[in-house]
Structures are given as C-alpha cells and as structure tokens.
C-alpha cells in the first residue's frame, strides 16, 4: 500500500534522520518489496511513529519497519546481540525474583508503574501508591514488565507468552482496571490489554482533582514520549498538572501529537546511536536551555543526560527539588536493589493482600491467599 499510495512529499522525513538517510519512506518500502533492503536497516528505526501522524495519505511507514522486524523471528531469526541488554532488563523485571501482585480484597483497579519507576524512584512510587490509595482503598499493585521492548523488537511470540498472562491472570483476580505510569506500559495495555480498561495516573490525577500542597514558579517545556502521541487526554492532563503546580509552559514545536522521540526508542541506541543522538539534538536545541517536563523515566533518564529534564511525579511530589535540580535517580546496579526491597516493604505492609509473582515458565500464580480470603 505504501509502494503505490505513497506521493513523495517528503513530510514524513523532514525531521527524521533515519529516512533521510535511507531515502524516504516509499523507496524504503520499495526496497522491502524488492528484498533488497539491507538486513539492518529496519532496527534503526525507533518507530515513534511521527511519520504515520504527518503523512497526508495516512500511510505508515513505521509499521512497515516493525513487520520487517517481525518477519526476522517468524523466518526462524534470532535476537541481535546488540539487543541482549535490553532483553536482560526485561527477563528480570518479569522473572519471580522481580514480579509481584498484590490484590487487596475487592480489588478492581491496580497500579502498574512498570520497570524503570520502581528502580530509579522507588520512594515516589510509594508516595504515588499512598495518594491514590486515599481514592481507592483496595487499590492493587503490580510490579512486573509490559514487554514493550519485545513487542518493538518484533517478537511476537516472546509478547503473547509473556504479556498475555498478566492480562489473563489479572482478569481472572476480578481486577478490571489498569491505572500506568509508564507511556510505554499504558500503549501494551491500550493494544494488548483485552478487556482491560486503562488510562495513566495523570488524567487519575486530574479527575480526582489533585491539588499541590504548595504551589512553585517558573517556565518549563514538556517532553511528551512518542508512546502516548495520539493520548490526547494525556497530553492535556499532564499540561493541566503542571499549571496547577503554578508553572507557566512553553511548547516546543514538536509537542503532544507531533512529538518526537527522546532517542531512546526502538532499541535504536544499541544499533545505531548516531540515529538515536539525532533526537536527542532535535530535542535539545528545541527546549533551548529550557526546563523539560516529561512523563516517562526513560525519556527523563535519556534526555537528562544533555539537559535539565524532570519526571512530572517529581514535580508533584517534590517540586522545589526538582526544579533545583536535586532530585536523587538511582542508577544500575543500585536500581535493581532498589526494586527487590520495594517488592519485600510492599509484601510487608499489604499482608491482607493475595499475593502473586511470576513462575519460571512465564506465568503467574498465587502464593499467598490471606485466611477468609480463599474460595
């Protein structure tokens, strides 16, 4: 479709250094058809997806990329090796020494904050789960990994093993709803989450009407991550949250649907940095020595090694400190030790809860049903 619908505008690589280096988005599907496409073109694309928004013709290049990606594991393929790091991150964020469920009784809706949160800001992952627990008293807890980075990498196998039981088993615990804090996570469940209703804690936020104890001054940017481009209602709660904080913002020419990526998507990094650094200085010279806000630790990690960038939960939390800029944000390997004693101080203070964790093969099961509990 993209072969023969495509008009050659040029939109969709104006900005994107990947398809300016390969020649634009129909002569890479051309080269696709034709299977002259070299073998490692399609893993440089970071598949944020700002070709598909600005295309007149609504095609989508990205996807094109992805089938590529997913056709190297259905063909028999196995993952690069430039990629056995981001895998390893995501084996142990779903593997039973990093997994946990908490169900209290009457559990409907839980709290899926994803991998990097727990690790880099574990104490406002709990600051997190304390307020909206004043809003739902038997509001749950999952602590395991969405399997983005294998969904973007194309397999699709590894995704429906891995991902399908925690919708399965959530499902199956009553819970009926997903509340994220990753943009990453809240797109696996927008697609891949079945029956289950999601949405991000800051359109939560929003609805409770959460309001700062005090409120700060300043001019800052926002970084919205290219999982949420089409979320409108998340761009909006986040803007809604950030002016509440008394900050005035202003908008970088590539915002909400139009973002782009931090750099770190797609895996790009580990197979072709100079195409994700090329992000990474559109951003920076787009927030111009500006303070950035965004809403994914990966994003604030990525962008905050080359300016000043601040996760939003930081600046509900702890807004004078992050706009000073002294905000703590463990790192390896001190991330990994952070989420085996959230998982035991969590396991400790929700003893009514039912207890869940993943098995060696993939799924998950109860340890723990509390005494009255139990069918």
């Known amino acids: 479709m993209l072969t023969r619908d495509c008009i050659d505008c040029g939109l969709c690589a104006r900005d994107c250094a990947f398809l300016q280096r390969h020649g634009g988005a129909r002569q890479l599907a051309e080269k696709a058809s034709a299977g002259t496409l070299p073998p490692e073109v399609p893993w440089q694309c970071s598949l944020c997806g700002l070709c598909t928004r600005l295309c007149p013709k609504d095609l989508d290049p990205a996807a094109v990329m992805l ?31 990093f997994s946990l469920y908490l169900l209290p009784p009457g559990c409907r809706t839980v709290l899926f904050p994803g991998c990097a949160l727990p690790g ?14 004043q809003r739902y008293p038997d509001l749950g807890l999952v602590l395991d990994c969405c399997h983005k980075p294998s969904h ?20 199956a615990q009553g819970v009926r709803r997903v509340l994220t804090a990753c943009p990453n996570c809240q797109r696996m469940f927008s697609s891949h989450g079945g029956a289950l209703a999601s949405q991000t804690v800051y359109e939560e936020l929003c609805e409770i009407n959460w309001q700062p104890p005090h409120t700060v001054a300043g001019t800052v940017t926002i970084h919205d991550p290219c999982g949420v481009r089409m979320r409108q209602g998340t761009h909006q709660a986040v803007r809604t949250l950030t002016t509440t904080l008394g900050l005035r913002i202003e908008e970088m020419r590539h915002c909400r649907e139009k973002t782009v990526c931090c750099g770190e998507g797609g895996s790009v ?3 072709a940095p100079g195409l994700a650094g090329s992000w990474t200085s559109l951003r920076l010279r787009e927030a111009a020595e500006r303070r950035v806000v965004t809403y994914c630790a990966g994003c604030v990690g990525f962008l905050g090694r080359h300016l000043h960038a601040m996760h939003l939960l930081d600046m509900v939390f702890a807004p ?20 085996l004693w959230l998982k035991f101080l969590l396991r400790r203070r929700m003893r009514q ?5 993943r098995r060696h093969d993939g799924t998950i099961g109860l340890t723990n049903v509390p005494q009255g509990d139990a069918d």
């Open 67 to 97: 089938e590529l990606r997913r056709a190297h594991f259905r063909q028999g393929g196995r993952p690069l090796s430039a990629h056995r790091r981001i895998l390893a991150y995501e084996r142990r964020g779903a593997s039973p020494r």
């Open 120 to 133: 880099t800001r574990p104490g406002r992952l709990l600051e997190l789960l304390h307020l909206l627990r």
């Open 152 to 171: 973007d990498l194309g397999r699709e196998e590894q995704v429906e093993r891995m991902f399908g039981p925690v919708v399965h088993f959530l499902l």
């Open 269 to 271: 990094p580990y197979v």
């Open 320 to 339: 004078r400190r992050a706009l000073a800029g002294r905000i703590f944000v463990a790192r390896p390997p001190l991330t990994s030790l952070n989420r």
């Open 353 to 357: 809860a039912r207890i869940g964790q």
